[in-house]
């Protein structure tokens, strides 16, 4: 391992170009530690640090000063991607498929055999892998597939997980962390958010009021003042003591309840945003994000103390976009991702684009900013070849592709690549921008969403119109159909669930246009 | 690590007695693995087992086919104890401390701050630990000690709990096995018994119906037939695949939450207990008892398949006796633990005496018999030294004594050695046999039991009445006050909660009769 000095000098060094990247890798290292710290429903724009080209008005609004310090020990993405859902998003990551491919394109319920599709005149619902994904086979829809935190373990980490899990439904083997190659399972149950935040409410378990969502686990710190982030930010730290006495690397998948509703005060934090003007929802919403840039910044302080700093790899994402429907949230609805249109659930950027940080010592040049799109799926090939883990089998076909060519030269483009979303399922009630029964292409700065409802298409590109608010469909029929043809034969290929016509009883066909 | 058949040869050996045990420990071992396997409330005759100097109409009704076999493989401890319930017992063996030491006399309430004392007309409650063990200072209502797991983890053991813990009360940090040195948790936290042991029934995670009792953990059996004992199991045999792969010696706390209330079948062996002609009530009793026998003949299969059976200890024991309160046990009450005297909560033999097995491989002679007595606190100090720990730093004064003498020669005897019992509370409305504000000592085959209501005092000589009918305090006044000195003294010296008369205000004292 590297000292924390030597790898400052090194930093400083890369900073001012005096040696190569190249020289910096060959000196000796042991296998780094890896440490994903994926939020919950957090928002492109849900930060201080701005991922656009410019500050904006939500910038200022939040404070997360951890996030800045990380983007400045490391690399910036600005083109980061995930599912409209965070079932979706979740199991894209340990999987390395997209949600098209693995069949999990929504959210799965806590209980098993409950589609939680929402009922619709024109579609029933397709035939999707409702109750997650499955470490063993045979499993009722479920998506059998190798979980990389196995292969992880099987290479001598030590693998961890952390709070939010939601792979698969409660009474099927994915909801068990412990089935998914992770040694150390803290929170992560079959839920997809919290009952409580609070531990004055113990987290939910309160006899006879408990729900599915109330948080295992944290039992000391029931009837205190320890909300959930920093009661989870306080194991996961207990948890790495292990193996870094052990000098054995580790996997931590930091996957916090934050920043998913409930929306609840993170009373450390609340009278300032109430102070600073904003309404009691938005007020508590921002509190719950500054809570969890404190966890961050606890965790790099923590890494610091024990000096395996320099040794361990951050990875900051989020599972999907903000949720921009209103109320819960305050303000118009849909205007919560601005400059991006839409939010959680949809196709256009506000659902999709995430904060996104990544600091590999040694790597990663300090204060460096990717514009490489790269998605969700794209962690699992990526955290196996950080890992230095190689010629693995895996049951499924992986989709994703590694990172690490842009993490080693910020520069890297790739400008052919497809980017794919698929989501055949309807999740709110009243159809919103992007939201229910779309699917979306992306290559280069041009994207395609697809409208299954009517067959409707809009073009954008999001270089020069980063708030998709102009349709250049009509104006380039051939870019058009090059991406329909592209988006049709891929669900086809991957045989992508498709919500099924109740006049003829058949799930439909990406057809019109073509 | 030896291998299995180097180790069948040298017990084949050991009992012809051709090498001595001296040389047998010559043979170079690594480590050895340990397993603690700790029924909940079980009582000395719920086996096919027989303890007693003869099979009892208990052993017939029972199946428990494994603990036989653990018995042939190894050493039948004929006066194990325990406490008389259960958070005194797992906090001696977690503490080394005796109950009327460590201060944590009754069961503790998942809630913290809530003495679980009944209301009576005589006493107020002792001041004892009701908030249980800590593994921190400063905390209100508990017993600030270092459990022996955080030893062995720091040792280099993959130290892995497995079910009921309940250690301390929800808020404190005992509640959590992470804190008390416990690198895997699965299912144990501050409840002491399960909702349900059904996975149907999601072992009480039901919205809206969960109680602090419902298990955690186990959300990939919901929905399933899986029996909780079942569940448990499968999850241990899990955890273990990492240390053996790894190497690694492993400590394992199998703590089965049958076979404590509620009641329910496991409907895997109903049907022949109904046949047998058992009461529902008992029958379901027998077949929790057989599952559980099931899950240590897995354990042991598991051992032997993965090759790790000859370096692997296994040391059975049950937390306190069988309950005999009826209902909800069938037939007349305080009969459940014949020819023992009542059952859990009293300091007569059915309350304190356990099942006890240790199978050592290469030290403990197959199908042995030892018949000194031994106490929940002597697992510490024995554990450690199994596990070659030394010169250990602790907070607590430890009252335990190591069993190894035992181990390597079971014809080992100490009679001069003491043994406590100290229930300075109401654990029942009713006051029952020795059970309510007793206390015990036991030095040889004399034992003393002291009534805190009105000081009086029975002794018996366990050796010729086992059962406790015949008082010879009268005929042996001289053993009575030497009895009752020592435990006046040794209570004093520990300063032993004690009932606070409700006339005076102030604590009891042990003064009459001397």
Request: glycine share 8%; proline share 8%.
């Amino acid at each position: 391992m590297k000292s924390p000095l030597l790898h400052s000098v090194i930093g400083v060094l890369l900073v001012f170009g005096q040696i190569s990247i190249a020289k910096a890798q060959k000196q000796p290292q042991s296998r780094p530690n890896i440490i994903v710290f994926l939020v919950d429903d957090m928002g492109w724009q849900d930060t201080s640090l701005p991922f656009w080209t410019e500050a904006t008005a939500l910038n200022k609004r939040y404070h997360t000063p951890n996030m800045e310090r990380l983007a400045r020990e490391g690399m910036k993405f600005t083109n980061a991607y995930a599912a409209p859902v965070c079932t979706p998003s979740r199991t894209s990551m340990l999987s390395g498929m997209n949600a098209a491919h693995h069949g999990i394109t929504n959210w799965t319920s806590p209980q098993r055999n409950e589609p939680t599709d929402a009922k619709d005149d024109q579609f029933l619902p397709a035939e999707w892998n409702y109750n997650g994904l499955s470490p063993q086979p045979g499993i009722a829809h479920t998506l059998y597939a190798t979980p990389f935190p196995e292969l992880l373990k099987a290479a001598g980490y030590y693998t961890i997980h952390v709070g939010k899990a939601h792979w698969a439904s409660a009474g099927t083997p994915g909801a068990n962390p412990y089935n998914m190659g992770f040694m150390i399972n803290i929170s992560g149950h079959a839920a997809g958010h919290p009952q409580s935040y609070l531990g004055t409410e113990n987290y939910g378990n309160i006899p006879g009021k408990a729900t599915p969502q109330a948080v295992p686990d944290l039992e000391e710190y029931f009837g205190t003042e320890t909300f959930l982030t920093e009661a989870l930010t306080r194991e996961a730290l207990k948890a790495l003591d292990e193996p870094i006495r052990n000098k054995q690397p580790f996997y931590l998948n930091m996957a916090h309840y934050a920043v998913h509703v409930p929306l609840m005060a993170d009373k450390r934090f609340y009278q300032k945003y109430l102070d600073a003007g904003l309404d009691m929802q938005e007020a508590k919403y921002a509190t719950m994000i500054e809570g969890m840039d404190k966890s961050l910044g606890d965790m790099m302080d923590y890494l610091k103390a024990r000096h395996v700093d320099g040794n361990t790899i951050i990875i900051f994402m989020s599972d999907n976009g903000g949720l921009s429907l209103a109320p819960p949230r305050g303000g118009p609805a849909h205007t919560q991702n601005a400059p991006l249109k839409a939010g959680k659930g949809s196709v256009n950027e506000g659902g999709i684009r995430e904060p996104m940080i990544v600091k590999w010592p040694g790597i990663t040049r300090p204060s460096s900013i990717a514009n490489q799109y790269v998605i969700i799926e794209d962690f699992f090939p990526t955290l196996l070849e950080m890992a230095g883990v190689k010629n693995y089998q895996t049951i499924q076909k992986i989709d994703g592709k590694s990172f690490v060519p842009v993490l080693k030269n910020a520069a890297y483009t790739d400008n052919q690549r497809f980017l794919f979303w698929h989501y055949p399922n309807k999740w709110i009630p009243k159809d919103g921008p992007g939201i229910n029964y779309c699917s979306a292409i992306r290559q280069g700065d041009w994207k395609l969403i697809y409208h299954m409802r009517d067959s409707s298409m809009q073009l954008y590109n999001l270089k020069n119109d980063i708030a998709e608010n102009e349709d250049l469909s009509k104006k380039n029929p051939e870019k058009t159909t090059q991406l329909l043809k592209q988006l049709r034969d891929q669900l086809k290929n991957w045989n992508a669930p498709m919500p099924v016509d109740k006049k003829t009883g058949k799930p439909i066909a990406i057809t019109s246009g073509l």
